[in-house]
């Protein structure tokens, strides 16, 4: 699913880039229209977050960034479903797929999704409301690309579990809570980012 300039950024955000204790953020970081990074520098001697790419605080790069989105989104959305996806996924082994949550959907424990051997497996999961990756849970990717996970959320997406993979496309904000490992991007239309002691790797290519 093509992300133009967004897929330069681990994190983008509408209202701003809040992180508190050693974030790490390797790719780049922006928000637009809102300015506010709070929290994070690209130096190591001035922290704690660290961001291992640039930060664009309500620049013409970001704004890109932000149309791109939309349009990816968009896509995301758009396309044809083929799974009907339960209330909560996790416990569950998944093929790649479009998933289609009517309402919200949960992460409780892990879910495995299974590439089944093809290292350009598509996930791509259409969530009409929130998404929550409750305590402890975890998302593992076998074989494949997270790049290729798309989570295409209708309001806004609440991380709290171990680790995570894929592209979140959030249409309100994304919660991040503490020591996350997140092997994707996180990217929010209308609201604000927000970490807390948090690992951001956007996955190549």
Excluded: E
Aim: charged residues 5%; hydrophobic residues 45%; contains cysteine.
């Amino acid at each position: 699913m093509p992300l133009g300039t967004a897929a330069n950024f681990a994190i983008l955000g509408g209202a701003g880039v809040t992180n508190t204790g050693p974030s790490i953020v390797t790719g780049d970081l922006g928000t637009f229209p809102t300015a506010s990074v709070v929290g994070f520098t690209t130096s190591a001697i001035t922290g704690p977050g660290i961001v291992i790419g640039a930060i664009h605080a309500a620049d013409a790069v970001a704004g890109q960034g932000q149309t791109d989105l939309t349009a990816a989104y968009n896509t995301a959305a758009g396309k044809a479903s083929t799974v009907a996806a339960p209330a909560d996924i996790g416990g569950l082994v998944l093929p790649p797929g479009v998933y289609k949550s009517t309402s919200t959907l949960a992460i409780t424990g892990n879910v495995t999704l299974d590439s089944q051997g093809n290292p350009n497996a598509v996930f791509v999961f259409q969530i009409a409301s929130g998404l929550t990756a409750n305590v402890g849970s975890s998302v593992t990717l076998v074989g494949g690309n997270p790049c290729n996970i798309y989570w295409q959320v209708g309001s806004s997406a609440t991380l709290n579990g171990a680790s995570f993979s894929g592209n979140v496309f959030a249409l309100a904000s994304v919660t991040v809570g503490a020591n996350n490992i997140i092997n994707g991007r996180l990217l929010a239309r209308t609201g604000a980012v927000t970490l807390i002691s948090d690992a951001v790797t956007k996955p190549g290519p």
